[in-house]
């Protein structure tokens, strides 16, 4: 789930919210009439403006660069690995906090990118999808009066989640370049701030950090109440020899946070929903609280599956930024024969464009309006903001996909 979007559109066929298709229910009894309604706990919320843009995409046969998924196989030791478990019974119910194995590979991962030593037993659980993850800890550690600080441009489960929660999400936005403005952030602390959450790779732009901002963000929790949800799943796709600056460098984050990753983003299986939480033994007791009684386990023949990936198969996720990086220069090359600019993609695999040279319509239309005449479906930036800039115009464009994929969508592109 990313891009949290109210509505549709403008003018967007009413099918795209994929509810044209239900037939509209007889008029209610009398008896109907006086049923209970039910208070939205996200009156804002609407449908995700990738449901909207996917919906379009297939309608219109366009090339889908808009949602963030891949779309060539998953390595084929892992598809192995998944068929073996399955066929050897690992069917049901996996423990709670993950399976033994699996939290035993991710502890040796973490000491050896981080040098941070996790407790297998008590500091790491698996999750069913890295929003799993996000969901849970925002609200294991949010609720009434409570203040949580999102750097926006932001991945859109965060606000609905603080909602859910009960507290008030309070927006800081990032420099233009998408860096931290960390003075600004500081100022945006009150008593009532109980969480930062910080997104390196960041999604949507690419952004991410320095040492330096590991370091200002230490500076100005310490002190403080304040925990932090550090949102990694695009950890491993990083370029230019640059590298992953993890909260769990610093120990005295390390102390306070709860580091979010993915496994869908790492082994191209969006769908398979694993993820997992590494937070200090205190904050992961509560966590586990919330999510026993959210989804308890996630799937477990994939947890076996990535276990013995992880163990046999390291030079997988160590590969990842040379595997994408040649796509990502490839696709920036080609853009730049149309009148799309490439902004700078230090890590993840989203590519963001300024298409102010090619149009003057708001980051919406202009979405639709190259879906639709063009054939080629991208992601408006708006979306993830509470207020986006006043005539920004930017969208975004993945380029996780084979490269035939890619250059169909340039030809789109350049064609008059």
Not at 184 to 208: D, F
Not at 293 to 319: C, D, I, K, L, V
Request: net charge negative; aromatic share 8%; with cysteine.
């Amino acid at each position: 789930m990313e891009g949290n979007y109210k509505d549709a559109a403008p003018h967007a066929p009413a099918h795209i919210s994929g509810v044209a298709s239900i037939p509209a229910p007889a008029p209610p009894s009398a008896v109907n009439l006086q049923l209970p309604t039910v208070n939205s706990k996200l009156p804002l919320v609407g449908t995700t403006i990738f449901t909207v843009m996917s919906a379009l995409a297939t309608e219109v046969g366009a090339v889908n660069l808009g949602q963030g998924f891949p779309d060539f196989p998953v390595p084929e030791f892992l598809v192995d690995a998944l068929t073996k478990a399955m066929r050897d019974g690992r069917n049901q119910y996996a423990p709670m906090a993950g399976i033994l194995p699996l939290r035993e590979a991710i502890a040796s991962q973490t000491l050896a990118l981080y040098g941070h030593a996790a407790a297998v037993d008590s500091e790491i659980t698996v999750t069913s999808g890295a929003s799993e993850a996000i969901f849970d800890t925002i609200v294991t550690v949010a609720g009434a009066g409570d203040e949580v600080i999102v750097l926006d441009p932001a991945y859109d489960l965060y606000e609905p989640a603080i909602a859910v929660a009960g507290a008030r999400c309070v927006r800081v936005p990032l420099a233009a370049d998408f860096s931290i403005d960390w003075d600004r952030t500081a100022s945006a602390i009150t008593p009532r701030t109980r969480l930062l959450i910080v997104n390196s790779p960041h999604n949507p732009t690419g952004a991410t950090w320095t040492a330096d901002d590991v370091s200002r963000l230490a500076g100005i929790v310490r002190g403080t109440r304040i925990l932090v949800l550090s949102d990694e799943v695009y950890e491993h796709i990083m370029y230019d020899g640059r590298r992953h600056e993890s909260v769990l460098r610093n120990e005295e984050l390390a102390a306070r946070s709860f580091v979010v990753s993915s496994f869908g983003k790492t082994y191209h299986c969006t769908g398979w929903r694993l993820g997992y939480v590494i937070a200090p033994a205190a904050l992961t007791a509560e966590l586990r609280k919330v999510h026993q009684y959210n989804t308890f386990s996630g799937f477990t023949a994939a947890q076996w599956a990535f276990a013995e990936m992880m163990g046999e198969h390291p030079e997988h996720r160590a590969g990842l930024g040379a595997f994408y990086q040649p796509k990502r220069d490839r696709f920036a090359s080609q853009l730049a024969r149309t009148k799309l600019r490439p902004l700078p993609v230090p890590g993840g695999y989203f590519q963001v464009v300024d298409y102010s040279a090619a149009s003057d319509l708001p980051d919406v239309e202009f979405a639709r309006w190259l879906c639709v005449e063009h054939g080629v479906a991208s992601i408006p930036l708006s979306p993830f903001y509470g207020s986006a800039p006043a005539g920004q115009r930017l969208v975004r464009f993945c380029f996780a996909k084979h490269q035939a994929t890619l250059d169909t969508a340039i030809a789109r592109l350049e064609a008059p």
